[in-house]
C-alpha cells in the first residue's frame, strides 16, 4: 500500500496530527509537525512497500510541481470527504437555527428590548456535530444602565436556571482575569452546548468576515474545515489554554490565501478603502472600524485577480503547510488587514513581544498571538 506524508520539522508543539483517507490502492496521511522559529522546507516522504511505486523523485513541499498529479487528486478528495462528513448537515443547521430561535423567545419575554445574534463557526459554516453555538446577548436598555457584562452573564445564568426542563448545566463562567465572560449551558433536547455571552458586537462581525470570505472561493471554506479538522485532532485549538482559536487558524490560512500567486482570496478591507469615499458606508462599532467590501458580487469588477487561481485542494492545502513552516514569526506579522508585509519592529506590537504576531483585523491594536505560551510555541 502506497503512503504519502507530508512531515514538517518545524511548526505551535501540538501541531502535530495526521489525516488519513482511502482511495482505491492509495493511502495518503498528511502529518503537520512543529512551528518554529527556524526556518525548515518541510519534505515529502513517500513511503511504500514497493520501490517499484515510489515517485522517482518526490522533491520537497517546496517544489509541488514534482509530486504526481494523482496524489494531489487524492488529497484534494480527502479534503472534500472530510467537508462532506464533518461539517454539519443543512437539517442540522436549521435545527440549531430553531435552538437559537426559541431561546431568543424565551430571553425577550422577559428582557423585552434584547436579542441574540449568532457568531462563530455555527455563523461562518466552518461548524461540527460537537461544536458549541457561541451568541452574543445585547440589550440597549441594560447598555444605556451601563450594566457590565460580568453582571449580565450571571443575571442570564440566574434566569436560564429557572428553566431546568428546557437547560441543563447551567455555568457562569466569569471573574476578573476574563475578558469576555460566558454563560455555559445544554440544551437538554438537542444535548447541544451553547455559550452566551453579552455585547460582542466585534465577535459577531468577525464572523459575518470569514462567511463573507467563504463566500468568495468555496476553497476556503474546505481548507478552514480541514484546518479546524487537524487543530481539534492534534489538541491544538484552545485560546485559554495557551493555545490559538478557531478563528485566528482561519485568519492564518486567509493570510497566505491572500498570498498565493495569482491570490486565491482578495483583501476585502483594502477594496473597502479603495472604493469612491461618496459610495464607501463605515461601520464602526466603538472606536473599531469594522468595514469591509460586503458585496462580494463586485469582485468580479472590483478585484483584477478575481477567478484567476486555478490551484486543486491538495495543493492548497501542501502550500499552506509549507507557507507557515517557513514562515518568519519572530519579525514578521500576519495581517490580513495590511497588503504586502508588515515587519513586527515597523508595528503597534514591537513593544510586546510574543512567539506570534497576529492582527485582529477590527481590532489592529490587539495581538491574537499574545494568547499563544512559549510552551506551546516552542
Known amino acids: 500500500m502506497l503512503r504519502a506524508r507530508l512531515i514538517s520539522r518545524t511548526a505551535p508543539r501540538a501541531l502535530r496530527s495526521s489525516f488519513s483517507h482511502g482511495h482505491g490502492n492509495c493511502h495518503c496521511s498528511v502529518l503537520a509537525g512543529r512551528y518554529r522559529t527556524q526556518q525548515s522546507v518541510p519534505s515529502v516522504r513517500w513511503l511504500s512497500s514497493s520501490s517499484a511505486s515510489r515517485p522517482a523523485s518526490c522533491g520537497t513541499a517546496g517544489d509541488l510541481s514534482n509530486l504526481p498529479a494523482g496524489y494531489l487528486n487524492v488529497l484534494s478528495d480527502f479534503g472534500r470527504h472530510i467537508c462532506r462528513t464533518k461539517a454539519l448537515s443543512k437539517a442540522a443547521l436549521d435545527r440549531r437555527k430553531e435552538v437559537v430561535a426559541e431561546l431568543r423567545t424565551l430571553l425577550r419575554s422577559h428582557i423585552p428590548d434584547s436579542n441574540i445574534e449568532v457568531f462563530g463557526s455555527s455563523a461562518t459554516g466552518i461548524s461540527f456535530e460537537d461544536s458549541d453555538i457561541d451568541v452574543s446577548f445585547l440589550s440597549q436598555t441594560m447598555r444605556k444602565r451601563s450594566v457590565n457584562p460580568h453582571v449580565a452573564v450571571r443575571k442570564l445564568a440566574t434566569l436560564l436556571h429557572n428553566y431546568p426542563d428546557t437547560y441543563s448545566d447551567v455555568n457562569c463562567v466569569s471573574n476578573k482575569f476574563i475578558r469576555i465572560p460566558v454563560c455555559q449551558l445544554t440544551v437538554k433536547a438537542e444535548n447541544i452546548r451553547l455559550e452566551l455571552s453579552c455585547y460582542n458586537e466585534v465577535g459577531v462581525h468577525n464572523s459575518r468576515f470569514i462567511r463573507a470570505y467563504c463566500s468568495v472561493d468555496d476553497r476556503f471554506r474546505a481548507?478552514?474545515?480541514?484546518?479546524?479538522?487537524?487543530?481539534?485532532?492534534?489538541?491544538?485549538?484552545?485560546?485559554?489554554?495557551?493555545?490559538?482559536?478557531?478563528?485566528?487558524?482561519?485568519?492564518?490560512?486567509?493570510?497566505?490565501?491572500?498570498?498565493?500567486?495569482?491570490?486565491?482570496?482578495?483583501?476585502?478591507?483594502?477594496?473597502?478603502?479603495?472604493?469612491?469615499?461618496?459610495?464607501?458606508?463605515?461601520?464602526?462599532?466603538?472606536?473599531?472600524?469594522?468595514?469591509?467590501?460586503?458585496?462580494?458580487?463586485?469582485?468580479?469588477?472590483?478585484?483584477?485577480?478575481?477567478?484567476?487561481?486555478?490551484?486543486?485542494?491538495?495543493?492548497?492545502?501542501?502550500?499552506?503547510?509549507?507557507?507557515?513552516?517557513?514562515?518568519?514569526?519572530?519579525?514578521?506579522?500576519i495581517s490580513v488587514r495590511q497588503p504586502g508585509t508588515v515587519a513586527v519592529v515597523d508595528s503597534r506590537f514591537k513593544l510586546v513581544r510574543s512567539p506570534m504576531t497576529i492582527e485582529d483585523p477590527f481590532r489592529p491594536n490587539f495581538n491574537l498571538g499574545i494568547l499563544v505560551s512559549e510552551k506551546n510555541f516552542a
Open 223 to 333: 481548507l478552514a474545515i480541514m484546518t479546524k479538522c487537524l487543530t481539534k485532532t492534534g489538541s491544538m485549538v484552545n485560546s485559554k489554554a495557551g493555545l490559538l482559536s478557531t478563528y485566528t487558524y482561519s485568519l492564518m490560512l486567509l493570510y497566505y490565501l491572500q498570498r498565493t500567486s495569482p491570490p486565491v482570496l482578495p483583501n476585502l478591507q483594502e477594496l473597502h478603502m479603495n472604493m469612491d469615499p461618496q459610495r464607501r458606508s463605515m461601520t464602526m462599532i466603538g472606536s473599531n472600524d469594522c468595514s469591509y467590501l460586503t458585496d462580494v458580487a463586485k469582485l468580479e469588477h472590483a478585484w483584477e485577480h478575481h477567478g484567476q487561481n486555478s490551484q486543486s485542494l491538495g495543493e492548497l492545502w501542501l502550500g499552506f503547510l509549507k507557507f507557515y513552516s517557513e514562515f518568519d514569526y519572530s519579525n514578521s506579522v
